[in-house]
């Protein structure tokens, strides 16, 4: 029997989804594009940053929006000292849960920083903006440590 | 034994080819909501969650169950996700009612989904794999060489696809929720229409739509108490077989056939053309209704397009076994969902609750699915009655 | 409930790239020694199969396909498919043995991770508004669950690197593991971090293999003459997609799961979990309430090997094996979907 | 009053994802063959039946196929559709026609295109031969045969395709 080679090629699985939003993810996205930041509130009054649609206790829908500042705290973090080439950053950078001011629920984005020792679980943050809105979730480009006011 | 379990709630979104309105979430979401309006029942009243839809890659989200546990009320529930391509919307109604006729669940709700305007279902389903010849033609390419070898074998003449064409679309009509709209259709503009893949023509051919489809399952103690007229089912069947191999039946598969043959025989069904009252059988392509009437066995092997060109299959033609009075897949077609409109629709009928597409009096129903290569098949049989 | 033995369970060795080798290459084999196991000559001599798969870990449609050239599917079977892991098809062809329609039931699960990058592929699980469009990988999402608990004081980098010498060393006696070896905590500690706070020890490796499980009635398995072990209970249940609204530090539907299956109705010998990250696997063992007297992922779990969409699979089976070898009575094996623990299967196995 | 701008009701989400596909052993060894200009089947140790391309399984027996069996470049047509449309990621402009085709010596199809023919005259049983790119361009691929052509051959009786042996139909 013929004696196979190991025959390897790349290739890519590539394609531009066109996502309707439906009202709550389209309002949230609106309100980013504006350069402001939303919640809903839950069942429970608990604001949820970003807004999602259906309430996980309940499940009724959900509809009363809240804006919440542009300014939070790291809830946790992940430090990435190699960015992969997805990643928002070509230089390190972390992933936070970030529980931003008037909201209840962290929300999840990526938070620019020299190095690791410069944040912490409880440092202040605050959303940076991309120089052209759109009307998507880069539209924060990042959040970076708060000034002290 | 299984235990008896009845259909007590049907949602449906309408089909279109985008539905720019909403999220994927509130896509499913309204099916759900609907089929527990249907049902009576609320979030609460339902146990586990069984939801299917074909290749993540038309959404491009991947095992989506995971983001569709709040929209689905699942949060502390069981979630079981279904894939078995093109018949996923029937086997995924098949594994919901195994929740509860195995006796494990009182209640479940399933839901099967496509959101094909995300992207391009050609697209999704021809993906360029290395070493291999980019000649996927899509699935009516998949299916053309199959149809023309029918033709040949069948001798059948060559406007029978043309007659399923205009007769799905004259019973999607009557159905507010299909996709294609199509009251003044005529055999001369199916005959006219763009050769797609010969011998397909374009209006011989499914559309790409939007949309999901939901059931609520019951066991038969809360069936029982249900609002609404339960559709018991009365048989369930599932049957695979390879894509290729040496000899296989490509026209009439094995599968199918065999699949048919349990159901039937679960049901207590000998003659399936006088024992049912409807079927809403998959036919994507115009000419697998007379392959199907034949594979189903409504028909000797041969002479399936015959019940086509008399109008047995048609309900505007007062034939003995209207085959998809809702219009059926050639007016819908969100992938996923497919094959669970087919079992949502077969148990409308035998509820009484089909609307404009009633068949009077239908008390005996068949539903059916089949995807991959014409390989994986899934079917039931409802009834107005336990047994 | 009608009581479920497992008559056989066979698994591919974990390996981090399998080479020239396709998906129904990469099952075949499985299938064979499990048939050869319990004395079957393929699927036609099992009542239903089920599988578990994900098109995008090779980047395919319609990846599951494949295996059912595997199975010898003429004349045509019962055969059905979930694109989760495998542990969930077993779960389904359970229901379909408790309805009476099958008898036994052949399930396999195979992933080839290696094609793709896999962290980055899992990302397009997530929200896909608002998260996949970020590519969130999921080693960071791990990273901020294990950074919560080092930062509420309920573990240490210590309780993790523990984890990981007790998966690498119970490994040794596995012939399948991708990862083993006797390996000291602080030599583990010594190692810098890889997405901080974890280290890439405490990661799951990239695997690329396949599993298969046969189950049956009892009397079945009387029936072959094999040696079998009782499935006693079986629940599963998702949390919200939204990780901010749950506790990661907890797993509240692991412990659902199991109270659902019944683990509490007698002692917990050995279980084994599908913890991909080292602190998961404390979160799961609290959970659970697991304690001295069970020892947990005696295979060296998923941290010594990864086998996405039949890792869930093979913890049932690696505890069939425990179970028959009469190294334990009775135990629990876990499965999970999902970033951070977000969906979990239990199941209870006992002794025949 | 500011000005008002439109609801967001829709994004656009780019999922591009980076895969090294390498293929399984039984595709390797059929390619590395037609890198040679030579079609090969690999034949099921139970049912004998030979399969090219060859995927590493007989489908109907579920049996690994070891033994390598060397093909003809002569087939015949099973069934084949003409495609009017244009199909993503396939830069064959339409129509064109794509037929199932089973070479001398294995017992299943494949697909492949049909060229230098008159459409409408296409049939279930024709006879047709591969041609080949030049044996400079030969690749690791199917498409070192740029299509099948029509041969002065008597048609196959369609019960007997699929079952001709390597050596070839003498009608």
């Known amino acids: 029997m013929s004696q196979p080679e190991v025959l390897t090629q790349a290739f890519e699985l590539g394609f531009t989804y066109t996502r309707s939003t439906g009202p709550v993810v389209g309002r949230f996205l609106t309100e980013l594009r504006d350069r402001r930041i939303f919640g809903i509130k839950g069942s429970d009054g608990r604001v949820i940053v970003p807004p999602m649609e259906y309430d996980p206790v309940t499940a009724e829908e959900l509809s009363e929006f809240v804006e919440v500042g542009q300014q939070g705290e790291i809830v946790s973090f992940a430090w990435v000292k190699e960015p992969r080439a997805a990643h928002p950053f070509d230089r390190p950078f972390a992933w936070a849960m970030i529980k931003l001011d008037g909201a209840d629920v962290a929300m999840i984005h990526c938070v620019a920083a020299q190095s690791e020792g410069e944040l912490a679980t409880g440092a202040r943050v605050q959303a940076v903006w991309a120089d052209e809105t759109r009307g998507f979730i880069t539209d924060i480009r990042c959040f970076e440590l708060a000034q002290e006011n | 034994m299984a235990n008896l379990a009845a259909v007590v709630g049907i949602g449906q979104t309408k089909y279109t080819t985008k539905r720019g309105d909403v999220s994927i979430a509130g ?119 199959i149809i023309r070898e029918y033709m040949r074998r069948s001798e059948a003449p060559y406007d029978v696809g043309i007659k399923v064409a205009v007769k799905d679309r ?31 023509r374009f209006l011989e051919a499914c559309p790409s739509s939007d949309g999901a489809c939901a059931m609520v399952i019951a066991s038969e103690d809360l069936a029982e108490q249900s609002p609404k007229p339960p559709a018991w089912i009365r048989g369930v069947a599932m049957r695979s077989e390879p894509t290729m191999y040496a000899g296989r039946e490509e026209v009439s598969p094995q599968a199918g056939r065999d699949c048919a043959a349990d159901v039937y025989q679960q049901a207590g069904i000998t003659d399936p053309r006088r024992d049912l009252d409807c079927a809403e059988v998959y036919v994507p392509f115009s000419w697998y209704e007379p392959m199907w009437l034949e594979n189903l066995g409504f028909a000797a092997e041969g002479e399936g397009w015959k019940l086509t060109m008399e109008g047995a299959t048609s309900l505007d033609e007062g034939g003995d076994i209207p085959w998809n009075p809702s219009g059926g897949v050639l007016c819908s077609n969100p992938i996923g969902a497919s094959g669970m409109i087919r079992f949502a629709e077969a148990a409308r009928q035998v509820r009484g609750d089909a609307g404009a597409h009633q068949v009077e009096g239908a008390k005996l129903a068949l539903g059916h699915a089949y995807g991959g290569g014409a390989q994986f098949f899934s079917m039931w049989v409802v009834g107005s009655e336990k047994s | 409930m009608q009581q479920i033995a497992i008559v056989g369970y066979q698994q591919s060795d974990c390996v981090s790239w399998a080479g020239a080798t396709n998906e129904v290459e990469l099952i075949m084999p499985v299938l064979r020694r499990v048939f050869d196991q319990v004395g079957l000559a393929n699927a036609q001599d099992v009542d239903f199969v089920c599988s578990g798969s994900c098109d995008y870990l090779q980047g395919a449609a319609f990846a599951f396909v494949a295996g059912v050239d595997a199975l010898g599917a003429v004349p045509p079977i019962k055969e059905s498919h979930v694109e989760m892991d495998a542990a969930w098809a077993l779960y389904e062809s359970m229901l379909k043995i408790r309805m009476g329609h099958a008898k036994s039931a052949l399930i396999y699960g195979f992933g080839k991770s290696s094609p793709g990058e896999l962290p980055i592929v899992l990302s397009q699980q997530l929200d896909p508004y608002y998260l996949a469009p970020q590519w969130v990988d999921t080693i960071s999402l791990a990273a901020m669950q294990a950074r919560l608990m080092l930062d509420q004081g309920l573990i240490t980098e210590r309780d993790m690197a523990e984890v990981v010498a007790r998966s690498r060393g119970n490994a040794l006696n596995n012939p399948h593991a991708q990862l083993s070896g006797d390996i000291a905590v602080d030599e583990l500690l010594a190692q810098e971090t890889y997405v901080s706070p974890l280290r890439k020890s405490d990661c799951p490796p990239v695997s690329d293999g396949a599993s298969a499980v046969i189950i049956c009635t009892v009397e079945q398995a009387i029936e072959w003459g094999v040696p079998y072990a009782i499935i006693s209970g079986i629940d599963h249940r998702i949390e919200s997609h939204n990780l901010a609204m749950r506790d990661l530090t907890d797993s509240v539907s692991t412990r659902q799961a199991a109270q659902g299956a019944g683990m509490a109705d007698g002692s917990v010998d050995v279980a084994e979990l599908y913890a991909p990250f080292s602190h998961q696997e404390i979160i799961l063992t609290r959970a659970l309430g697991l304690g001295e007297n069970t020892q947990v992922n005696p295979s060296g779990g998923v941290l010594a090997g990864n086998l996405m969409m039949a890792s869930g699979l093979s913890r049932i089976g690696e505890l069939f094996n425990r179970i028959t070898s009469g190294e334990a009575r009775r135990g629990i094996a876990h499965a999970t979907s999902g970033p951070c623990l977000q969906h979990n299967l239990v199941t209870v196995v006992e002794s025949a | 009053m500011s000005e008002e701008r439109e609801m967001i009701t829709g994004i656009e989400a780019p999922i591009y994802l980076q895969y090294k596909f390498t293929a399984g052993s039984a595709p390797a060894r059929f390619l590395s063959q037609v890198k040679k200009g030579v079609l090969t089947g690999q034949r099921c140790p139970g049912c004998q039946n030979v399969y090219c391309p060859p995927r590493g399984s007989c489908a109907a027996c579920g049996l690994p196929t070891e033994e390598e069996v060397v093909l003809s470049d002569k087939a015949t047509v099973q069934s084949f559709t003409i495609v009017a449309i244009p199909i993503p990621n396939n830069p064959i402009q339409p129509p064109y026609i794509i037929a199932n085709l089973v070479p001398d010596g294995s017992n299943i199809s494949f697909i492949h295109l049909m060229s230098e023919c008159v459409n409408e005259e296409v049939h279930i049983g024709q006879r047709v031969q591969a041609l080949w790119k030049p044996e400079e361009e030969w690749d690791y691929a199917m498409d070192n045969i740029r299509y099948f052509k029509p041969i002065d051959e008597p048609d196959v009786p369609v019960d007997r395709i699929g079952t001709m042996p390597v050596t070839g139909w003498e009608g």
């Open chain 2, 27 to 145: 896509l499913v979401r309204e099916a759900a909501a609907n089929a527990l309006e249907d049902a009576g029942l609320g979030w609460d009243d339902i146990e586990a969650v069984i939801i299917g839809k074909a290749p993540d890659m038309f959404e491009g989200v991947i095992m989506p169950e995971i983001y569709l546990t709040d929209a689905l009320g699942c949060n502390g529930k069981p979630m079981l996700r279904v894939h078995t391509a093109g018949s996923v919307g029937g086997s995924t109604a098949l594994v919901a009612a195994s929740h509860v006729q195995s006796g494990t669940f009182k209640r479940v709700l399933t839901v099967a989904f496509e959101k094909q305007s995300e992207s391009n279902a050609m697209w999704a389903l021809s993906t360029p794999q290395p070493f291999s010849v980019h000649l996927n033609a899509g699935a009516g390419g998949y299916f053309a060489p």
């Open chain 2, 170 to 200: 004259l019973h999607g009509a009557r159905n507010p929720l299909a996709h294609l709209q199509k009251p003044d259709i005529t055999l001369q503009e199916v005959e006219e229409s763009f050769m797609l893949w010969d011998p397909l």
